[in-house]
């Protein structure tokens, strides 16, 4: 069998049994990367020297049977989480060449279980996006179709995984940024409850809803790197205090008698009739699980997308108040005073989206449209969670599409803001809820993958992993590689 369609597992037991070693597993993914990262576009930075220096390290570990589940596996992480001594752009002209003195906690511990560095992925600027068009540095292309977009923020990592470039990749999630773009690139996704992952050295969007997690091919491999991922950590001071459990372990967990809650708000107007069937197979073959299955309603969840353009935007125009040209990041070429540096340096260094953010985000704060705007916005988002709350009385999980129907063509919806927005509608709820939600692919429209997604209560990441799993025992979507990566 090929290394790379292999599972996080089966590498494991191949490393400690010697069939091969870190460094040629390493190597294997360089070659994969370097044959065909240049038409997917998917990684802005490799490290192949990094990579190969941490597979050396991995491998002495493992010649001393001191190596772990994760010792030795090759992994990606977005361009948003800071890496000590590697470029880090948040796929932005503003922070291009910006290379950070220390490394985000994710990447910190993802290093210490032993994964080995492949590289920084590519994303929507900023993560403000639903297809990785907003990135400086070039669209990420979808491996399933070179003319679709592999979706956003996270589509570098989604486009990595799904062409097996790299066994999984980290990702963020503001508002779907891991779960629609492995929906719409056949791969397996979670954002955990917000809290439960630090966000130290992830650079901001909107820090009330930023939530890192992890993209892989299986529910069992998303299981495996999110255990070291989760934890407290003080440097963030929304870090959550409480035990981590063993995810791999509760993958077992039987589906018998298990609630499932069918969002009625999810199949209304605007699902695409066949991804609409999809999804409706995947609550059948649940029931065959053992499932029980019940209609439920969060009557504000239609709310969801206006209240997001609210709440996200006004955080952004804070958070990104620091890029001003003067302590790090583009500097404009010969300003004229302190004014013109920080008007030439934000106006040549933000893109068009970001810039939108910012505007908005100005607006809704000020002092006249603050009540209007902000405030009216963060009541709905209370409804919204006592909507959840309800839903999660009578329930166990929440099962819905995770995006409206396959990925789209390249320059399909660019232009129109509030057509790209709507891509959102199904994952943002979760967001504004800090509920954990996953992606997982369920069957394909046209040859493009499409994908069902699991919301669970707060802290409940065991219990979505295992309904995944049990899914994925039964059925083979999650295995499937686009025939030109097989
Ligand atoms: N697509 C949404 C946005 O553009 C969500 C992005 C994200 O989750 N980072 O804001």
Redesign the pocket.
């Known amino acids: 069998m090929t290394l790379h369609t292999r599972s996080l597992a089966a590498l494991a037991l191949g490393l400690t049994a010697r069939e091969f070693s870190s460094v040629e597993l390493t190597q294997h993914f360089l070659d994969r990367i370097a044959a065909s990262n240049g038409a997917l576009n998917a990684f802005l930075t490799v490290t192949a020297e990094r990579a190969l220096s941490d597979a050396k390290r991995a491998d002495a570990l493992l010649a001393k049977n001191q190596g772990g589940a994760l010792t030795g596996i090759p992994i990606a992480h977005k361009d948003i989480f800071c890496t000590d001594g590697i470029q880090t752009t948040c796929a932005s002209k503003m922070l291009k060449g910006f290379v950070a003195p220390y490394d985000a906690a994710v990447v910190e511990r993802l290093t210490a279980a032993g994964t080995v560095l492949l590289g920084k992925t590519n994303m ?1 600027e900023f ?4 297809s990785n068009e907003t990135s400086h540095f070039g669209p990420v292309k979808n491996p399933w179709d070179l003319a679709k977009v592999p979706g ?3 589509g570098g990592s989604a486009a990595v995984v799904a062409a097996r470039l790299a066994p999984a990749a980290t990702g ?7 779960r ?1 773009p492995a929906a719409l690139t056949g791969i397996s996704g979670i954002k955990p409850t917000y809290g439960r992952v630090s966000r130290y050295g992830m650079i901001a ?1 909107a820090s009330s ?2 939530q890192a997690g992890i993209m892989a091919a299986s529910a069992e491999d998303c299981a495996a790197l999110l255990a070291p991922m989760a934890g407290f950590d003080a440097r963030d001071s929304t870090s959550v205090e409480r035990a981590v459990p063993d995810y791999v372990a509760g993958l077992q967990q039987s589906l018998k008698g298990l609630k499932i809650g069918i969002l009625k708000e999810f199949f209304a107007e605007g699902l695409e009739a066949h991804t609409g069937a999809r999804v409706q197979a995947a609550i059948e073959e649940y029931r065959r699980l053992g499932a029980e299955i019940v209609e439920v309603s969060c009557p504000n969840l239609p709310l969801s997308v206006p209240t ?1 353009y609210v709440v ?1 935007p006004a955080e952004a125009s804070s958070n990104l108040s620091r890029f001003d040209g003067v302590r790090f990041g583009y500097r404009c070429e010969n300003p004229r005073d302190l004014l013109d540096l920080y008007k030439r340096s934000r106006g040549e260094g933000f893109g068009s989206e970001v810039k939108r953010r910012i505007m908005t985000g100005t607006y809704v704060l000020s002092a006249g449209y603050y009540d209007a705007y902000y405030l009216k916005a963060q009541k709905v988002r209370s409804l919204i969670t006592d909507d959840f709350k309800r839903a999660f009385s009578q329930v166990d999980v929440l099962l819905g599409p995770t995006a409206p129907g396959p990925a789209f063509a390249i320059g399909d919806k660019v232009d129109d803001p509030v057509t ?2 709507l ?2 509608i199904y ?2 709820g979760a ?1 504004l809820a800090g509920l954990p939600a996953m992606s997982i692919p369920c069957g394909f429209v046209n040859e493009l993958p499409v994908g069902l997604q699991l919301i669970g209560p707060h802290f409940s990441e065991s219990q979505l992993l295992a309904v995944a799993h049990g899914y994925q025992q039964v059925t083979d979507f999650h295995s499937r590689v686009p025939a030109a990566y097989a």
């Open positions: 929507d993560a403000m996006g639903s956003g923020s996270s963020t999630d503001t508002g779907g940024s891991i629609q969007f809803l930023d997001y996200a790209m927005y891509n959102d994952t943002i967001n």
